[in-house]
C-alpha cells in the first residue's frame, strides 16, 4: 500500500504532466502562427503570456513539490530557493493579470456601438502588447520581497520559519508579516474585482443580445446551442474556475502569513490548489475548439487555427 507522501507525488506527477502538456499545444500553436505567417488575432499576445505565465507557475511550484514527496529534502541551496519561490510569485500575478486583462479586452469588444465603451474598441487593440509587458513588470516589482522571506531547508538561523519541505520563509512579527502579505495580495485582489466585474458586463451583453436575436426570430429558433451561448458558458468556466482556485490559495497564503503553523496537509493543500488554475485553463481554452483539441492529441496539426472566444462572440 502507497504511503501518504507516495500518493502526494503521483497526484503532484500527474497534475503536472497534464499542465505541462496542455499549455504547450496551446503555446506551440500560437508560436507556429506567430513564426509561419498564419492569421493570428489580437487576443493571441494575451494567450501567448498566459501560457507561458501557467507553464512557469506549474513548473516552478509543482517540481520542487513533486521531489520533495519522493523524498528529497535538500536538492536547492538558499539562492535556488528564493529564485523558486520569486519566480512562481511573479507568474502567478502574471497568469491573474493576463486573465483579468483578456476579460476586459473582451468586455470592451462586444459592447455595441451606442455603449460609452465603443470608442476604446481602436485603442484597446494598441495597448495589449505594452500591457501584458507592464504587467510582468508590475509583479516583478511587487514580488520583490519574497526573496527576502525565503531561506535553504538546512539554514541554521534562529528564526521562526514556515516548513515547505524543501524550503523555509521565515517569520516576522505578525503586524509586519500581514502588512507584506496584504501588499502582495493588492494586485491579485483588483485583478479579481476587475475581472468579476468584465465578465458580469459580457454576460450582461450576451444575455441582452441573445433576447433580442429571439424576439426577431422567434419562429424560426435552432435547438443547437448559438455562439453567443457558447462564449458565455466559456467566460463563465473560466472565471468561476479562477476566482474559486485562487480565492483559496490567497486563503491559505494569509493564514501562513498570519498565524505560522506548519501542517503537512496545509502546505500540500496550498500547493495542489496554486497549480490547478494553470492546469485546467488550457482545457477550458481548447474545449471551444476541436480541431485544436485535436492539434493536442496528435501534436501534428501545424495548419490548425484556433478560433478565439472572439469569433464566438
Same mark, same amino acid.
Given at each position: ?6 500518493? $502526494? ?10 499542465? $505541462?502538456?496542455? @499549455? ?10 506567430? !513564426? @509561419? *505567417?498564419?492569421?493570428?488575432? #489580437? ?33 536547492? @541551496?538558499?539562492? *535556488?530557493? +528564493?529564485?523558486?519561490? /520569486? ?7 502574471? #497568469? ?13 469588444? &462586444? ?14 487593440? +494598441? /495597448?495589449? *502588447? ?6 510582468? $513588470? ?5 514580488? &520583490? ?29 505578525? *503586524?509586519?508579516?500581514?502588512? =507584506?502579505?496584504?501588499?502582495?495580495? &493588492? ?8 475581472? #468579476?466585474?468584465? %465578465? ?43 476566482? %474559486? !482556485? /485562487?480565492?483559496? %490559495?490567497? $486563503?491559505?497564503?494569509? =493564514?501562513? #502569513? =498570519? ?43 501545424? @495548419? ?10
Amino acid at each position: 500500500m502507497m504511503s501518504v507522501d507516495l500518493k $502526494i507525488a503521483v497526484i503532484f506527477l500527474v497534475q503536472i504532466t497534464i499542465g $505541462i502538456l496542455g @499549455n504547450f499545444s496551446l503555446l506551440y500553436h500560437y508560436m507556429s502562427l506567430c !513564426f @509561419n *505567417g498564419g492569421r493570428s488575432r #489580437s487576443t493571441d499576445v494575451i494567450f501567448r503570456h498566459l501560457t507561458v505565465a501557467n507553464s512557469l507557475v506549474i513548473l516552478s511550484r509543482g517540481i520542487p513539490e513533486t521531489m520533495a514527496a519522493f523524498g528529497l529534502r535538500y536538492f536547492l @541551496n538558499d539562492f *535556488g530557493c +528564493k529564485v523558486v519561490f /520569486y519566480m512562481h510569485r511573479v507568474a502567478r500575478g502574471v #497568469s491573474i493579470g493576463t486573465t483579468c486583462l483578456l476579460s476586459i479586452f473582451q468586455a470592451i469588444t &462586444i459592447s455595441p456601438r451606442s455603449s460609452r465603451w465603443a470608442e476604446m474598441k481602436a485603442k484597446a487593440l +494598441k /495597448y495589449i *502588447g505594452p500591457s501584458t509587458i507592464l504587467c510582468w $513588470i508590475l509583479h516583478m516589482l511587487v514580488n &520583490i520581497i519574497v526573496p527576502m522571506y525565503v531561506i535553504k531547508k538546512w539554514s541554521n538561523e534562529n528564526i521562526t520559519t514556515i516548513d515547505f519541505k524543501y524550503c523555509s520563509a521565515t517569520l516576522h512579527d505578525k *503586524g509586519t508579516d500581514f502588512l =507584506c502579505a496584504t501588499v502582495t495580495s &493588492i494586485p491579485d485582489v483588483l485583478c479579481l474585482v476587475l475581472m #468579476s466585474w468584465a %465578465s458580469g458586463s459580457m454576460v450582461f451583453i450576451l444575455y441582452t443580445h441573445k433576447q433580442r436575436v429571439q424576439h426577431i426570430h422567434r419562429n424560426n429558433l435552432s435547438s443547437r446551442f448559438s455562439p453567443e451561448t457558447r462564449a458565455t458558458q466559456t467566460i463563465l468556466v473560466l472565471v468561476s474556475t479562477f476566482v %474559486s !482556485f /485562487y480565492t483559496l %490559495s490567497s $486563503i491559505i497564503y494569509i =493564514c501562513f #502569513s =498570519c498565524f505560522g503553523k506548519t501542517t503537512w496537509w496545509l502546505v500540500n493543500t496550498s500547493a495542489l490548489i496554486n497549480i490547478c488554475f494553470p492546469t485546467v485553463s488550457p482545457f477550458i481554452l481548447l474545449s471551444c475548439n476541436p480541431c485544436v483539441s485535436r492539434l493536442f492529441c496528435t501534436c501534428t496539426g501545424r @495548419n490548425t487555427q484556433l478560433p478565439h472566444l472572439t469569433r464566438n462572440i
